[in-house]
Protein backbone atom coordinates (compact mmCIF):
# COMPACT_ATOMS: atom_id res chain seq x y z
CA UNK A 1 0.00 0.00 0.00
CA UNK A 2 1.19 3.73 -0.81
CA UNK A 3 -0.39 6.77 0.27
CA UNK A 4 -1.30 9.16 -2.39
CA UNK A 5 -2.27 12.89 -1.45
CA UNK A 6 -3.59 14.71 -3.77
CA UNK A 7 -5.37 17.84 -4.99
CA UNK A 8 -8.50 16.34 -6.26
CA UNK A 9 -9.86 17.88 -9.82
CA UNK A 10 -10.84 17.10 -13.12
CA UNK A 11 -7.12 17.22 -15.11
CA UNK A 12 -5.96 15.85 -12.30
CA UNK A 13 -7.94 12.56 -12.41
CA UNK A 14 -7.86 11.97 -16.10
CA UNK A 15 -4.30 13.05 -17.29
CA UNK A 16 -2.05 12.83 -14.28
CA UNK A 17 -3.45 10.06 -12.09
CA UNK A 18 -4.55 8.18 -15.23
CA UNK A 19 -2.12 6.07 -15.16
CA UNK A 20 -2.46 5.07 -11.45
CA UNK A 21 -6.47 4.48 -12.18
CA UNK A 22 -5.23 1.94 -14.71
CA UNK A 23 -3.65 -0.44 -13.08
CA UNK A 24 -5.66 -3.40 -12.58
CA UNK A 25 -4.50 -3.65 -8.77
CA UNK A 26 -4.75 0.19 -8.32
CA UNK A 27 -7.17 -0.37 -5.14
CA UNK A 28 -4.82 -2.44 -3.22
CA UNK A 29 -2.10 -0.82 -4.19
CA UNK A 30 -2.81 3.05 -3.47
CA UNK A 31 -4.74 4.77 -0.85
CA UNK A 32 -5.54 7.88 -2.27
CA UNK A 33 -6.43 11.26 0.64
CA UNK A 34 -6.53 14.74 0.20
CA UNK A 35 -5.92 15.45 4.12
CA UNK A 36 -2.18 15.69 5.29
CA UNK A 37 -3.73 15.29 9.40
CA UNK A 38 -4.54 11.80 7.82
CA UNK A 39 -1.06 11.66 6.44
CA UNK A 40 0.52 12.90 9.77
CA UNK A 41 -1.69 11.18 12.63
CA UNK A 42 -3.25 7.84 10.59
CA UNK A 43 -0.79 6.94 7.90
CA UNK A 44 1.18 3.54 8.74
CA UNK A 45 2.74 3.34 4.94
CA UNK A 46 6.64 4.85 4.87
CA UNK A 47 6.04 5.66 1.10
CA UNK A 48 4.28 9.00 -0.02
CA UNK A 49 3.24 10.23 -3.35
CA UNK A 50 1.86 13.70 -3.38
CA UNK A 51 0.78 15.04 -6.57
CA UNK A 52 -0.39 18.65 -7.51
CA UNK A 53 0.07 19.55 -4.12
CA UNK A 54 1.33 22.97 -3.32
CA UNK A 55 0.28 24.34 -6.81
CA UNK A 56 -0.06 27.65 -7.56
CA UNK A 57 -1.77 29.15 -10.87
CA UNK A 58 1.15 31.48 -10.62
CA UNK A 59 4.67 30.82 -10.17
CA UNK A 60 5.21 31.73 -6.63
CA UNK A 61 7.22 30.13 -4.15
CA UNK A 62 6.33 27.76 -1.21
CA UNK A 63 4.60 29.88 1.25
CA UNK A 64 5.34 29.36 5.29
CA UNK A 65 2.94 27.21 6.34
CA UNK A 66 3.56 24.44 3.44
CA UNK A 67 7.13 24.75 4.39
CA UNK A 68 6.01 23.97 7.94
CA UNK A 69 4.03 20.67 6.41
CA UNK A 70 6.47 19.26 3.86
CA UNK A 71 8.98 19.24 6.93
CA UNK A 72 7.06 17.14 8.68
CA UNK A 73 6.11 14.72 6.04
CA UNK A 74 9.49 14.14 5.56
CA UNK A 75 10.25 13.59 9.12
CA UNK A 76 7.37 10.71 8.90
CA UNK A 77 7.70 9.56 5.68
CA UNK A 78 11.09 7.03 4.31
CA UNK A 79 10.48 7.90 0.92
CA UNK A 80 8.48 11.64 -0.37
CA UNK A 81 7.82 11.29 -4.27
CA UNK A 82 6.35 14.66 -5.37
CA UNK A 83 4.59 15.00 -9.08
CA UNK A 84 4.64 18.77 -10.05
CA UNK A 85 1.38 19.50 -11.80
CA UNK A 86 2.54 22.69 -13.46
CA UNK A 87 2.32 22.36 -17.25
CA UNK A 88 5.74 23.63 -18.06
CA UNK A 89 9.13 22.60 -18.40
CA UNK A 90 10.30 25.19 -15.83
CA UNK A 91 11.57 25.77 -12.11
CA UNK A 92 8.41 25.76 -10.23
CA UNK A 93 8.68 23.84 -7.53
CA UNK A 94 12.41 23.08 -7.11
CA UNK A 95 11.50 24.62 -3.50
CA UNK A 96 10.44 20.90 -2.49
CA UNK A 97 13.74 19.35 -3.38
CA UNK A 98 15.45 19.42 -0.04
CA UNK A 99 11.75 17.43 1.30
CA UNK A 100 11.35 14.76 -1.75
CA UNK A 101 13.67 12.21 -3.07
CA UNK A 102 11.85 12.58 -6.75
CA UNK A 103 9.99 15.22 -8.31
CA UNK A 104 8.56 14.65 -11.21
CA UNK A 105 7.61 16.94 -13.98
CA UNK A 106 5.38 16.91 -17.06
CA UNK A 107 8.19 18.00 -19.20
CA UNK A 108 11.81 18.33 -18.54
CA UNK A 109 14.60 20.80 -19.90
CA UNK A 110 16.68 18.99 -22.52
CA UNK A 111 19.43 21.35 -21.32
CA UNK A 112 19.43 20.68 -17.28
CA UNK A 113 21.79 23.91 -16.80
CA UNK A 114 18.40 25.57 -17.15
CA UNK A 115 17.38 24.41 -13.53
CA UNK A 116 20.58 26.31 -12.41
CA UNK A 117 19.54 29.96 -13.47
CA UNK A 118 17.34 32.80 -12.72
CA UNK A 119 14.54 32.34 -15.55
CA UNK A 120 12.27 35.20 -15.64
CA UNK A 121 8.65 33.74 -14.73
CA UNK A 122 10.29 30.18 -14.04
CA UNK A 123 10.04 29.00 -17.61
CA UNK A 124 12.28 29.55 -20.66
CA UNK A 125 9.44 30.99 -23.06
CA UNK A 126 8.24 33.90 -20.84
CA UNK A 127 12.56 34.42 -20.07
CA UNK A 128 12.32 34.78 -23.58
CA UNK A 129 10.07 37.66 -23.87
CA UNK A 130 10.73 39.15 -21.25
CA UNK A 131 14.38 39.93 -22.57
CA UNK A 132 13.56 40.10 -25.88
CA UNK A 133 10.30 41.97 -25.72
CA UNK A 134 10.38 43.78 -23.01
CA UNK A 135 7.23 41.75 -21.75
CA UNK A 136 6.69 41.93 -17.56
CA UNK A 137 4.74 40.51 -15.07
CA UNK A 138 2.65 42.12 -11.88
CA UNK A 139 4.12 40.19 -9.54
CA UNK A 140 6.98 39.15 -11.22
CA UNK A 141 8.93 35.76 -10.40
CA UNK A 142 12.12 34.96 -11.11
CA UNK A 143 13.72 31.39 -10.08
CA UNK A 144 16.52 32.02 -7.13
CA UNK A 145 16.59 28.21 -6.08
CA UNK A 146 19.74 27.48 -5.43
CA UNK A 147 20.42 24.29 -7.81
CA UNK A 148 23.05 21.56 -6.71
CA UNK A 149 24.06 18.60 -8.78
CA UNK A 150 22.82 16.07 -6.21
CA UNK A 151 19.25 18.32 -6.49
CA UNK A 152 19.22 18.09 -10.21
CA UNK A 153 19.55 13.64 -9.85
CA UNK A 154 16.24 14.08 -8.46
CA UNK A 155 13.95 15.37 -11.05
CA UNK A 156 12.89 13.00 -13.57
CA UNK A 157 10.32 12.88 -16.31
CA UNK A 158 7.25 11.13 -16.26
CA UNK A 159 4.34 11.91 -18.37
CA UNK A 160 2.31 14.44 -19.80
CA UNK A 161 -1.09 15.27 -20.53
CA UNK A 162 -1.20 13.41 -23.80
CA UNK A 163 -2.09 10.12 -21.78
CA UNK A 164 -5.39 11.82 -20.69
CA UNK A 165 -9.19 11.12 -22.07
CA UNK A 166 -10.19 13.13 -24.71
CA UNK A 167 -12.49 14.91 -25.98
CA UNK A 168 -13.09 16.77 -22.56
CA UNK A 169 -16.84 17.68 -22.68
CA UNK A 170 -18.33 13.63 -22.56
CA UNK A 171 -20.16 12.38 -19.81
CA UNK A 172 -17.08 9.86 -18.50
CA UNK A 173 -15.19 13.08 -17.56
CA UNK A 174 -18.05 14.96 -16.41
CA UNK A 175 -18.57 12.12 -14.04
CA UNK A 176 -14.93 11.84 -13.29
CA UNK A 177 -15.06 15.22 -12.17
CA UNK A 178 -17.57 14.46 -9.41
CA UNK A 179 -16.08 11.58 -8.50
CA UNK A 180 -12.69 13.31 -7.76
CA UNK A 181 -14.18 16.16 -5.20
CA UNK A 182 -15.99 13.10 -3.91
CA UNK A 183 -12.62 11.82 -2.30
CA UNK A 184 -13.21 8.80 -4.65
CA UNK A 185 -10.87 8.50 -7.64
CA UNK A 186 -10.78 4.78 -7.94
CA UNK A 187 -13.89 5.60 -9.33
CA UNK A 188 -11.95 6.89 -12.79
CA UNK A 189 -10.45 3.37 -13.72
CA UNK A 190 -14.52 2.19 -14.90
CA UNK A 191 -14.85 5.32 -16.55
CA UNK A 192 -11.61 6.52 -18.37
CA UNK A 193 -10.05 5.67 -21.22
CA UNK A 194 -7.25 5.99 -23.71
CA UNK A 195 -8.03 8.37 -25.66
CA UNK A 196 -7.06 6.30 -28.94
CA UNK A 197 -9.53 3.64 -28.21
CA UNK A 198 -12.72 5.08 -27.60
CA UNK A 199 -12.44 8.40 -29.03
CA UNK A 200 -15.25 10.06 -30.63
CA UNK A 201 -15.68 13.75 -31.54
CA UNK A 202 -18.84 15.75 -33.06
CA UNK A 203 -19.21 15.27 -36.95
CA UNK A 204 -17.09 12.18 -36.57
CA UNK A 205 -19.03 9.19 -35.20
CA UNK A 206 -15.28 7.20 -35.02
CA UNK A 207 -11.58 8.17 -35.43
CA UNK A 208 -10.36 5.99 -38.43
CA UNK A 209 -7.89 5.50 -40.99
CA UNK A 210 -10.35 7.93 -43.36
CA UNK A 211 -9.95 10.55 -40.80
CA UNK A 212 -6.84 12.04 -42.67
CA UNK A 213 -8.26 12.18 -46.21
CA UNK A 214 -11.30 13.49 -45.37
CA UNK A 215 -12.83 16.51 -47.09
CA UNK A 216 -11.22 19.82 -45.00
CA UNK A 217 -13.36 23.20 -45.55
CA UNK A 218 -10.88 24.99 -42.71
CA UNK A 219 -7.41 26.13 -43.81
CA UNK A 220 -6.18 26.97 -40.03
CA UNK A 221 -7.70 26.13 -36.80
CA UNK A 222 -6.50 28.91 -34.82
CA UNK A 223 -9.09 29.66 -31.59
CA UNK A 224 -6.18 31.04 -29.08
CA UNK A 225 -7.98 32.62 -26.34
CA UNK A 226 -4.89 34.64 -24.47
CA UNK A 227 -4.38 34.01 -20.91
CA UNK A 228 -4.19 36.46 -17.94
CA UNK A 229 -0.48 36.61 -17.17
CA UNK A 230 1.28 38.93 -19.78
CA UNK A 231 4.96 36.85 -20.35
CA UNK A 232 2.74 33.49 -21.06
CA UNK A 233 0.34 35.52 -22.91
CA UNK A 234 2.55 37.54 -25.26
CA UNK A 235 3.48 34.70 -27.85
CA UNK A 236 -0.69 33.62 -28.34
CA UNK A 237 -0.68 37.75 -28.79
CA UNK A 238 2.20 37.87 -31.14
CA UNK A 239 0.79 35.24 -33.48
CA UNK A 240 -2.78 36.64 -33.01
CA UNK A 241 -1.71 39.74 -34.36
CA UNK A 242 0.45 37.97 -37.04
CA UNK A 243 -2.43 35.91 -38.36
CA UNK A 244 -5.21 38.66 -37.88
CA UNK A 245 -7.27 39.63 -41.37
CA UNK A 246 -5.38 37.36 -43.82
CA UNK A 247 -7.23 35.77 -46.73
CA UNK A 248 -7.06 32.65 -48.84
CA UNK A 249 -9.16 32.16 -51.70
CA UNK A 250 -11.83 34.42 -49.96
CA UNK A 251 -12.18 32.33 -47.37
CA UNK A 252 -10.57 33.23 -43.82
CA UNK A 253 -7.14 31.70 -44.17
CA UNK A 254 -7.31 31.60 -40.02
CA UNK A 255 -10.66 30.50 -38.30
CA UNK A 256 -9.61 32.46 -34.96
CA UNK A 257 -12.04 33.74 -31.44
CA UNK A 258 -13.46 31.68 -29.12
CA UNK A 259 -16.61 29.26 -29.86
CA UNK A 260 -18.61 26.45 -27.37
CA UNK A 261 -16.34 23.25 -27.02
CA UNK A 262 -18.88 21.41 -28.91
CA UNK A 263 -18.40 23.64 -31.91
CA UNK A 264 -14.53 23.20 -31.40
CA UNK A 265 -14.58 19.81 -31.91
CA UNK A 266 -16.62 19.93 -35.19
CA UNK A 267 -14.48 22.12 -36.09
CA UNK A 268 -11.24 20.39 -35.80
CA UNK A 269 -12.05 17.23 -37.63
CA UNK A 270 -12.80 20.20 -40.54
CA UNK A 271 -9.24 21.75 -40.46
CA UNK A 272 -6.41 21.17 -42.03
CA UNK A 273 -3.87 22.30 -40.15
CA UNK A 274 -4.42 23.39 -36.13
CA UNK A 275 -2.06 26.12 -34.82
CA UNK A 276 -1.43 25.62 -31.13
CA UNK A 277 1.28 28.23 -29.83
CA UNK A 278 2.14 27.95 -26.00
CA UNK A 279 -0.42 28.02 -22.77
CA UNK A 280 0.29 28.07 -19.77
CA UNK A 281 3.11 25.68 -20.62
CA UNK A 282 4.28 24.34 -23.75
CA UNK A 283 2.47 21.22 -24.19
CA UNK A 284 -1.63 22.04 -24.81
CA UNK A 285 -4.81 20.20 -25.13
CA UNK A 286 -5.14 21.37 -28.46
CA UNK A 287 -1.92 19.30 -28.86
CA UNK A 288 -3.03 15.96 -28.98
CA UNK A 289 -6.64 17.18 -29.84
CA UNK A 290 -5.30 18.51 -33.24
CA UNK A 291 -3.44 14.75 -33.85
CA UNK A 292 -6.42 12.81 -32.81
CA UNK A 293 -8.83 14.72 -35.31
CA UNK A 294 -5.80 14.16 -38.07
CA UNK A 295 -4.78 18.02 -38.54
CA UNK A 296 -1.88 18.99 -38.96
CA UNK A 297 0.27 20.05 -35.72
CA UNK A 298 1.76 23.65 -36.41
CA UNK A 299 3.27 24.76 -33.00
CA UNK A 300 6.47 26.74 -31.60
CA UNK A 301 9.44 25.30 -31.63
CA UNK A 302 9.43 22.27 -28.46
CA UNK A 303 13.15 21.40 -28.91
CA UNK A 304 14.07 22.83 -25.07
CA UNK A 305 12.15 20.35 -23.18
CA UNK A 306 11.67 16.66 -23.49
CA UNK A 307 8.29 14.99 -22.65
CA UNK A 308 6.18 11.84 -22.85
CA UNK A 309 4.44 10.76 -24.83
CA UNK A 310 6.66 12.84 -27.26
CA UNK A 311 4.54 13.87 -30.21
CA UNK A 312 7.23 16.68 -30.86
CA UNK A 313 9.32 15.22 -33.98
CA UNK A 314 10.30 18.03 -35.74
CA UNK A 315 8.84 17.44 -39.79
CA UNK A 316 7.57 13.77 -38.66
CA UNK A 317 5.15 14.92 -36.39
CA UNK A 318 4.48 18.29 -36.25
CA UNK A 319 5.94 21.44 -37.84
CA UNK A 320 7.88 23.98 -35.64
CA UNK A 321 8.13 27.60 -35.78
CA UNK A 322 10.31 29.99 -34.51
CA UNK A 323 9.21 32.05 -31.36
CA UNK A 324 9.17 35.34 -32.98
CA UNK A 325 6.57 34.12 -35.29
CA UNK A 326 8.62 35.20 -38.29
CA UNK A 327 7.99 31.88 -40.32
CA UNK A 328 4.48 31.12 -39.21
CA UNK A 329 2.44 32.60 -42.57
CA UNK A 330 5.25 31.06 -44.78
CA UNK A 331 5.31 27.11 -43.12
CA UNK A 332 0.86 27.71 -43.02
CA UNK A 333 1.12 28.04 -46.63
CA UNK A 334 3.55 25.98 -47.73
CA UNK A 335 1.55 23.24 -45.90
CA UNK A 336 -1.74 24.42 -47.32
CA UNK A 337 -0.27 23.65 -50.94
CA UNK A 338 1.42 20.50 -49.95
CA UNK A 339 -1.03 17.68 -48.98
CA UNK A 340 0.57 14.97 -49.48
CA UNK A 341 3.16 15.89 -47.23
CA UNK A 342 0.80 17.33 -44.81
CA UNK A 343 -1.11 14.12 -44.62
CA UNK A 344 2.15 12.07 -44.30
CA UNK A 345 2.73 14.22 -40.81
CA UNK A 346 -1.03 13.67 -39.84
CA UNK A 347 -0.73 9.97 -39.83
CA UNK A 348 2.69 9.96 -38.97
CA UNK A 349 1.61 11.72 -35.42
CA UNK A 350 -1.00 9.64 -34.83
CA UNK A 351 0.59 6.09 -35.42
CA UNK A 352 3.46 7.76 -33.21
CA UNK A 353 0.99 8.88 -30.51
CA UNK A 354 -0.59 5.27 -30.46
CA UNK A 355 2.57 3.98 -30.15
CA UNK A 356 3.91 6.03 -27.18
CA UNK A 357 0.31 5.56 -25.59
CA UNK A 358 0.31 1.79 -25.85
CA UNK A 359 3.84 1.60 -23.98
CA UNK A 360 1.76 3.67 -21.24
CA UNK A 361 1.45 0.54 -18.15
CA UNK A 362 5.30 -0.27 -18.86
CA UNK A 363 6.36 3.47 -18.48
CA UNK A 364 4.55 3.16 -14.77
CA UNK A 365 5.87 0.39 -14.12
CA UNK A 366 9.37 1.80 -14.95
CA UNK A 367 9.16 4.58 -13.32
CA UNK A 368 7.26 3.50 -9.89
CA UNK A 369 7.73 -0.47 -9.66
CA UNK A 370 9.80 -0.56 -7.27
CA UNK A 371 8.04 1.28 -5.08
CA UNK A 372 4.91 -0.92 -5.51
CA UNK A 373 6.15 -4.22 -5.96
Not at 137 to 142: G, K, L, R, S, T
Request: net charge positive; charged share 25%; aromatic share 14%.
Amino acid sequence: MITVLVHYERISLFHTMLPFLLKNKSKKTFYFTQSVNWCLNKDKNDILFMERCFQHRQPKDLQSDELEILKKLRDKYKTIIYFCGQPEAGTNRLDVLPFADILFYKSVFSDFNNYKKNLYGKNLFADFYHKNNGITDNPEYINKDIITEEDLKKIKLSWNIGVGTYPRWNFPQRLGTISARANMPVIGQFIGGKPLNRVSFPGCAKINKNIFTNNRNINVHARIDPVTCPSIAYQRVLFLNIISNLKRDRQILFLTGTVAQKQYYKELVNSKIVLSPFGWGEVCFRDFEAIISGALLLKPDMSHLVTWPDIYLPYETYIPLKWDGSDLLEKTEYYLNNEKERIRITQNAYNHYSDELSALERRFEDLLGEYFS
